[in-house]
Structures are given as C-alpha cells and as structure tokens.
C-alpha cells in the first residue's frame, strides 16, 4: 500500500512542479500555483492540515498564506497608488 501511497503522491501538482512556485515572492507565479492546485484531489486536506499548523506563508491547498493569514492574492512589491490613476485625455486628429 505504501507504494500506492508513494506514487499518488508523486503525482500530485505540488511534487511535479518547481517547489520554489509555491513559495514565490512575485503574485504572478503564486496565481500559477493556485491554478495548479484546482484540481489536486487533495487539495481540501491539505488546505485543513496548512490551518491546523498555522503555516506562515505559501500556497497550501489552492489559498495563498501570508503572514499566517489566508488572503485573495499578493500585491506586487512597491509603493501602492496615492491618487486613481486617470486616463489620458483622447486625441482627435483631423
């Protein structure tokens, strides 16, 4: 049975991929990990056991972990916005 277990194991998203995509500082690749994990048939198990260990960070389960907290995305690094940006006013030519 162990060896079953190995082999589903080795077939899961997150042993198949690069291991640093679900640790990843850019948003762009932790949303390619949450895509990965969509149809994982563990996905739900292993987002219950990441709560019950309070992981710090990471994608577990298909949800992004920052700070210990479960949140929608990750911004980019940088400054955020003090005014809406506004669009530039069309040109008509003539």
């Not at 949450?34 to 056991?49: E, F, N, T, V």
């Not at 955020?80 to 008509?92: D, E, F, I, L, Y």
């Given at each position: 049975?162990?060896?079953?277990?190995?082999?589903?194991?080795?077939?899961?998203?997150?042993?198949?991929?690069?291991?640093?995509l679900?640790?990843?500082?850019?948003?762009?690749?932790?949303?390619?990990?949450?895509?990965?994990?969509?149809?994982?048939?563990?996905?739900?198990?292993?987002?219950?056991?990441?709560?019950?260990?309070?992981?710090?960070?990471?994608?577990?389960?298909?949800?992004?972990?920052?700070?210990?907290?479960?949140?929608a995305?990750?911004?980019?690094?940088?400054?955020?916005?003090?005014?809406?940006?506004?669009?530039?006013?069309?040109?008509?030519?003539?």
């Open positions: 049975m162990a060896a079953i277990d190995d082999f589903v194991a080795d077939q899961l998203p997150c042993r198949r991929a690069d291991p640093d679900w640790f990843a500082e850019s948003p762009d690749r932790l949303e390619r990990a949450k895509q990965l994990c969509a149809h994982c048939p563990i996905r739900s198990g292993c987002l219950d056991a990441a709560l019950d260990r309070a992981e710090p960070w990471g994608v577990w389960g298909g949800e992004i972990f920052d700070q210990g907290v479960v949140i995305r990750k911004r980019s690094r940088g400054r955020p916005r003090k005014n809406p940006v506004t669009p530039a006013p069309s040109v008509v030519c003539a």
